[in-house]
Antibody, heavy 119, light 107 residues
Framework: EVQLVESGGGLVQPGGSLRLSCAAS????????MTWVRQAPGKGLEWVSI???????YYADSLKGRFTISRDNSNNTLYLQMNSLRGEDTAVYYC?????????????WGQGTTVTVSS | EIVLTQSPDFQSVTPKEKVTITCRAS??????LHWYQQKADQSPKLLIR???QSISGVPSRFSGSGSGTDFSLTINNLEAEDAATYYC?????????FGGGTKLEIK
């Protein structure tokens, strides 16, 4: 079964760091484009970052320099390292697989992990 | 950044009705526009890719159309299980962006 399971969320103080994980099963993270999308409480969806199969990465402009997307092909896991966290980073973070490389639709989503930034 | 404007923000409909949700892009996204359904406390689910391509496992009452800057998602013969928030999403250029969402209530 194709599945994504996120973990690593929690409560962190402003200025702190957190690393989210997204374990994949049924397909290879390294052979696919993978993304992170977040959703603040009661708000809509916001794209965070993407990593290509070849390793290239892109980020939302507001997050550049603070967040880093990466993957471990041997563990078939995607990561999101989040530094210098702010209150506005409070959200549910979803990982998703890009279904078609031509169109970048997201065809498989995890259940999400909640990050709360508060003192 | 390409801004996607959805309308309406909210709609209350009765079962068996037909509903159309529109998504307008601030510049052309060609057909790199997708639709997602998000039910309460669940992850988003891909409904339509590439403006009008159906997705395996998604009921045929969901359809999409459009190109350039104007797109629509149509749901025929609404069912109670269609209560959800619907988002359009453009992948024509970075940063990838989502519409603000349309919340559909089934009476």
């Amino acid at each position: 079964e194709v599945q994504l399971v996120e973990s690593g969320g929690g409560l962190v103080q402003p200025g702190g760091s957190l690393r989210l994980s997204c374990a994949a099963s049924g397909f290879s993270v390294g052979a696919n484009y993978m993304t992170w999308v977040r959703q603040a409480p009661g708000k809509g969806l916001e794209w965070v970052s993407i990593i290509y199969a070849g390793g290239a990465t892109y980020y939302a402009d507001s997050l550049k320099g603070r967040f880093t997307i990466s993957r471990d092909n041997s563990n078939n896991t995607l990561y999101l390292q989040m530094n210098s966290l702010r209150g506005e980073d409070t959200a549910v973070y979803y990982c998703a697989r890009v279904g078609t490389w031509e169109y970048y639709d997201m065809d498989v989503w995890g259940q999400g992990t909640t990050v709360t930034v508060s003192s | 950044e390409i801004v996607l404007t959805q309308s309406p923000d909210f709609q209350s409909v009765t079962p068996k009705e037909k509903v159309t949700i529109t998504c307008r892009a601030s510049q052309s996204v060609h057909t790199a526009l997708h639709w997602y359904q998000q039910k309460a406390d669940q992850s988003p689910k891909l409904l339509i890719r590439h403006a009008s391509q159906s997705i395996s496992g998604v009921p045929s009452r969901f359809s999409g159309s459009g190109s350039g800057t104007d797109f629509s998602l149509t749901i025929n013969n609404l069912e109670a299980e269609d209560a959800a928030t619907y988002y359009c999403h453009q992948t024509s250029s970075f940063p990838l962006t989502f519409g603000g969402g349309t919340k559909l209530e089934i009476k």
